[in-house]
């Protein structure tokens, strides 16, 4: 009955183990899925140009912006943003157009010193007239502690990720007020920090998504050919066993 018990509960254990590599498969895909929808849409999205609030009430894709407003108080810093090999932040002022579309405006990049001190920053002002990417914001990691802190610097926030109405309480705004979705500046505008245009910074490219596909699906066809193999192996030496 013991024996019988025991390899009840090596299945079950190897089922929930093929189950969970299985399921970080499909999630690995599902985001080589996500990017490669999204780099195809990087050619067409210069090819029409709208204002904030029609990209914005457009299908959510990558839209091309041109339009005119000020930017408003308060900014955000992203932490862990990687260029070129080093750690730095990235950051974002909420800008409201003419008509009163708002959204987040990346203004670059900005490398963080080692003691962690976060840099000076002069938040953009007045009137002016702006262009950019309408896209997602950058990749973050695992969603642990508060999104956001305020540093020394009034009016500043260092945030892990940016989840838009926590985004939109820091800066005073309305709640539902800022998208999901930020406006990369064209970096041929003056002003601002080292930006680009780059879909996939700071992430992993969609080959990289089905290498990690393959080995989790791999994990899980190593686990189910073991435990075969223990069944097989149990299978004869009970065939092996004499009778009394």
Not at 26 to 44: F, G, N, S, T, Y
Not at 64 to 92: H, S
Request: glycine residues 8%.
């Amino acid at each position: 009955m013991m024996r019988k018990h025991t390899r009840l509960i090596g299945w079950i254990a190897a089922l929930l183990v093929i189950l969970a590599f299985c399921q970080l498969g499909r999630w690995q895909l599902q985001r080589m899925h996500e990017k490669e929808a999204l780099l195809a849409q990087q050619v067409p999205a210069r090819a029409q140009s709208l204002t904030l609030r029609q990209a914005q009430t457009a299908p959510p894709q990558l839209r091309w912006v041109e339009d005119r407003g000020r930017f408003l108080p308060g900014t955000i810093l992203l932490d862990n943003q990687t260029r070129e090999g080093r750690a730095g932040i990235k950051v974002y002022q909420p800008f409201q157009s003419d008509d009163g579309a708002q959204v987040l405006v990346d203004l670059g990049w900005l490398p963080m010193p080692p003691d962690r001190v976060v840099p000076s920053i002069t938040p953009r002002t007045g009137h002016t007239a702006i262009s950019g990417l309408l896209a997602p914001p950058p990749a973050t990691g695992l969603a642990l502690g508060p999104a956001l802190s305020p540093v020394p610097q009034a009016g500043v926030w260092l945030a892990s990720r940016m989840p838009p109405d926590d985004m939109a309480r820091a800066l005073s705004l309305p709640p539902g007020s800022l998208a999901v979705r930020v406006l990369r500046l064209d970096p041929a505008l003056p002003g601002g920090y080292a930006r680009d245009l780059e879909l996939l910074p700071n992430t992993l490219p969609p080959s990289r998504h089905l290498g990690y596909a393959v080995q989790w699906f791999g994990l899980a066809l190593t686990v189910l050919v073991v435990a075969l193999v223990l069944e097989f192996r149990r299978h004869r030496r009970r065939r092996g066993t004499p009778r009394r």
